[in-house]
């Protein structure tokens, strides 16, 4: 993987010296803050109503009401807003012509991929970072599950490394930056709903489709379990996605 | 030192390059000339590891292209065609990047970039986005990256394309200056830029060599004629009239009448034969004074289009009997 670093800096500099990064950031903060505050709210109102009813107060939490639904929420905004960290990655170097030069110099093709990987996680990494806020806050003001809160954003940092990965894959397939980020999309949202169909698709390829799903795997996090084989599904989802990014490229040095 | 044996590049079934062998020795400065299309681009690809070729080899500094690639692109500076930088980047910042991903040691970093700027004329714009410079800057900061790490190999693809006179100057002195120590190849479509530049000139034509030597054997070696610029004080009829009868003269055109009664004229002959002497014997025996005669020597550019256009009518003829073949 050598000469990962170098490329690594250079793509960290482009999302922070362009607004990509903070655009995406933003969106994901107001959108997810929506949607915390629209919990904080449901909760604070429940509270209220079940002053008077000890039997329903025993049964409402933070957990269900509040975590459970922000990991989902944050979950889905990031279906949306990956491809638009991802689409840039190889595109622009293809649409550039800077790919030409990138691939003259002394670094492996794992290196070029590694380091542009790695500063997408990182873009996703600060986004995650900077929403801790919400669980900060409901410390705050009282005990959440700090289980099921950690769960859930292992869950969403896994998930997101995994769309990393297959958006970075898919931007190499275009020069054209729309298109990679549409295609993206919709591959991620097809591994997200694809447990949808088990029902019809018989015992065997059921349980295939139902293990490739996403919604499967992130599903557990989200109850505060981190399992094993669910976040062995991530990783070797990225690793899938890295290795066929590195085959694209020899392919597209093969085609000159 | 670069060597090529045999190289082979197909995209598809249709061949960019056919069987290409050539050999460029340390320290010299090689023209790589062809008409657009013609396999340049695609062999200076190879040559500097970003494509694979589909069969021959080439070796640079005595390593294989194929296996040796890492090593290879850590002695190679490239400048591609269309000088593809990162616009977004301050000058100073990107050379920063091409010295980090060169494996310039960090100790050294910002003397080999301040020592690379003074060399291409950039000190000026370090600070600037590459954005908002001016294509001659953009050169320059392509021509940089190419030069950074000191690499003893250096592929240029259009080096002084868009840049003014001046510019132009400066950067062919720059590349000139490189052949103490550093082996060149340099594409152009700048003809004359070659005969200034270039120790020897390698023409490719669909995907074949079809000539190499020095720029003076092949003006003197491939001229299809000789041409004689003569003035003589007669109308430019009686003169063309006269000139055409001499043996061996293959084309008489008259370039213009610049004094009333003054006639510049052009004559064309066959290549071995000179034939000034029998222009002043039959100007004398008819009477007209002689005022200027003159052999042109074939430029490079003459001798790059004959080429050319010759290839192109040697394989038309060449396809024109293969279908004939085929048809009977």
Known sequence: ?256 | MIEVEGLTKYFGRLAAINDVNFRVESGEIVGFLGPNGAGKTTTMRILTCYTPASGGSAKVLGMDVAGDSLKIRQKLGYLPENVPLYDWMRVQDYLEFVARAKKVPARQRSGEIERVANAVGLQEVMGKIIRWLSKGYRQRVGLAQALIGDPPILILDEPTIGLDPRQIREIRNLIKSFSRNRTVILSTHILPEVSQVCDRVIIINKGSIIAEDTPSNLTRSHGKSTRCHVVARASAPTLTEALQGIPNVTGVRVIEESVPGETQISVESESSVDVRPDIARILVQRNIDLLEIRTIQASLEDVFIDLVTEEGEYSTSGERAQEEEVAS
């Open chain 1, 1 to 256: 993987m050598s000469g990962w670093y170098a490329v690594f800096r250079k793509e960290i500099a482009n999302f922070f010296v362009s607004p990509i990064a903070y655009a995406v950031i933003a969106c994901f903060l107001l959108i997810s803050g929506f949607f915390f505050w629209a919990n904080v709210s449901l909760m604070s109102l429940v509270s209220l109503q079940a002053a008077n009813n000890p039997m329903i107060a025993q049964r409402i939490n933070m957990t269900d009401i509040i975590i459970r639904p922000l990991a989902q929420n944050m979950s889905i905004i990031l279906l949306f807003l990956m491809p638009l960290i991802t689409m840039r990655l190889f595109s622009e170097e293809k649409k550039s012509g800077s790919i030409e030069l990138l691939m003259t110099y002394p670094i492996t093709d794992s290196g070029v991929v590694f380091g542009k990987f790695l500063a997408a996680a990182c873009v996703l990494v600060v986004m995650l970072a900077s929403s801790v806020t919400f669980p900060l806050l409901l410390l705050m003001v009282g005990e959440p599950d700090v289980g099921t809160l950690t769960g859930g954003y292992v869950g969403i940092l896994l998930m997101g490394i995994a769309f990393v990965a297959l958006g970075m894959f898919l931007s190499t397939l275009s020069e054209n930056q729309i298109i990679s980020a549409a295609i993206s999309f919709g591959a991620a949202l097809l591994f997200w709903v694809m447990s949808w169909i088990t029902s019809f698709a018989g015992e065997t390829w059921g349980y295939v489709i139902r293990q490739l799903s996403i919604l499967e795997h992130i599903d557990s996090f989200q109850k505060g379990i981190l399992a094993l084989s669910d976040m062995a599904f991530f990783v070797f989802f990225a690793a899938f996605f890295l290795f066929l990014t590195l085959r694209s490229l020899e392919t597209y040095r093969w085609r000159g």
